[in-house]
């Protein structure tokens, strides 16, 4: 599976989006992007995935570049509740790999 | 709809006992997965489940960490006799099937302590 480079952190203030970025350069074609949460002292929690297009759902927005090297989930009105570890996984075969994912902080 | 549940949630041993996790995944889900997560560090998958047979565990410790799922619905992963660097928080997840399409859904996690 294609390896994942996320920033260790951001912040973001509550009420505004947060764009959490994820490269991706080596994914191949039949590769997803999945994102998952950690909020801390629980399990992760699923967000969202998608192979090329764009997806949205109840929780976030998953926008994917044309060439597919990279993609951002965004949460478009962020909460202290959306306070977490944000892992973006590429996934090939059928095992999901956990690198060390971005540590948002939203802040009142 | 009911959640992956997983207990204990908390273990704390000595180093050299046993310990022994259940985990009892969403209704009709044929994949069942287990990982530990280090502090710090993302979960890492160490033994994947399809219904009762299993389909990967070549991240599984062999000569102490040992899963079963029986029965194709519950499981258990033990760890004997446990060492120090154990300390994990070990994570049961399930899925409808292996295909990368299929999202995985996780428990709350055991934490467990080796002292």
């Known amino acids: 599976d294609a390896k994942t480079t996320q920033p260790p952190s951001m912040d973001c203030a509550e009420g505004r989006a947060a764009n959490l970025p994820c490269n991706h350069s080596t994914i191949s074609g039949n590769e997803y992007v999945y994102w998952y949460r950690q909020i801390h002292s629980q399990g992760p929690q699923y967000i969202i995935h998608g192979l090329k297009n764009n997806e949205t759902n109840e929780m976030a927005s998953l926008i994917i570049t044309e060439d597919r090297k990279s993609s951002t989930l965004i949460l478009p009105h962020a909460t202290l509740r959306d306070t977490a570890v944000y892992y973006c996984i590429v996934r090939g075969n059928n095992d999901m790999r956990f690198g060390a994912g971005t540590r948002l902080t939203v802040k009142p | 709809e009911a959640g992956v549940a997983q207990s204990p949630r908390y273990k704390i041993i000595e180093k050299r006992q046993s310990v022994a996790f259940w985990c009892n995944p969403i209704s009709g889900h044929a994949t069942l997965y287990w990982y530990q997560q280090i502090l710090g560090q993302g979960p890492k998958l160490l033994i994947q489940?399809?219904?009762?047979?299993?389909?990967?565990d070549s991240q599984l410790p062999k000569d102490r960490f040992s899963a079963e799922r029986l029965k194709g619905v519950d499981s258990t992963l033990k760890i004997q006799p446990a060492k120090l660097e154990d300390s994990a928080v070990y994570l049961c997840?399930?899925?409808?099937?292996?295909?990368?399409?299929?999202?995985?859904?996780f428990g709350p996690g055991t934490r467990l302590t080796v002292t």
């Open positions: 997840a399930s899925s409808l099937g292996r295909d990368r399409t299929y999202e995985q859904y």
């Open positions: 489940f399809q219904n009762n047979g299993v389909v990967d």
